[in-house]
């Protein structure tokens, strides 16, 4: 089946740095989304991208659906504490009768 | 607007036992998708439906099953409960076929 590499699979940062995540894929993928997910509560949709090389901010959040099709990233620009969370990336391949195929997830820890 | 809800929040039940959780998505969205969240293998597509029809189904067994109502309400049905159905499910509702999904707080379920 289909698989997401999503890295690094955790990081450890500053308050106030930046941060890069990043998702490949075996297979080629018609919409990236990204989330966050807190701590017993469902993944919340931060980025939805459609279109090859499209590149989509919300907020400090910068995400890109990579030109090959099988990649996608997400930028987090000064990071501050309530970003700490677990990011992930989930494809979606097909006309849309396929479910998501989301990437293991990276742990995002901010050190005071 | 209010987000997906879904009931209950936790549950703990004996192997053997079957279970049925409950999804209401936001309202106007006619596409419902379940999926399920383990510590080892991560989010797993378990199927989708759309206009009470069932348009894609992940790599479950049979005990694994779904429905929705012309409300767009939906159930997942777990029988013959085993240990390692422990996890958090998650419905999420999509405004249309491959567009974004947006997710619930989950249903945790313990099995004993």
């Known amino acids: 089946g289909q698989q997401l590499n999503q890295s690094p699979q955790s990081m450890f940062i500053q308050e106030g740095e930046d941060v890069s995540m990043n998702c490949t894929s075996s297979?080629?993928?018609?919409?990236w989304l990204w989330y966050k997910q807190d701590p017993g509560e469902g993944p919340v949709l931060l980025i939805a991208l459609y279109k090859a090389g499209e590149l989509t901010s919300n907020g400090r959040l910068t995400a890109q659906f990579g030109i090959t099709r099988k990649d996608s990233f997400l930028n987090i620009s000064a990071s501050i504490p309530s970003d700490v969370g677990i990011y992930f990336c989930?494809?979606?391949?097909?006309?849309?009768?396929?479910?998501?195929?989301f990437g293991k997830g990276t742990h995002l820890i901010i050190q005071p | 607007k209010a987000g997906v809800t879904q009931t209950p929040r936790y549950l703990i039940k004996t192997r053997g036992q079957q279970v049925t959780l409950s999804c209401s998505p936001i309202s106007g969205h006619r596409s419902v998708s379940w999926y399920q969240q383990t510590p080892g293998q991560g989010l797993q597509f378990l199927f989708e439906y759309f206009s009470e029809t069932q348009r894609n189904k992940g790599n479950f067994p049979g005990r694994f099953s779904g429905r929705q109502f012309s409300n767009s309400r939906s159930e997942m049905n777990v029988s013959t409960l085993e240990l390692g159905d422990s996890a958090l499910y998650l419905c999420a509702s999509s405004p249309g076929v491959a567009r974004e999904a947006f997710f619930g707080q989950g249903t945790r379920l313990t099995v004993v």
């Open positions: 297979s080629i993928f018609n919409t």
């Open positions: 989930a494809g979606r391949s097909g006309g849309g009768a396929d479910g998501l195929t």
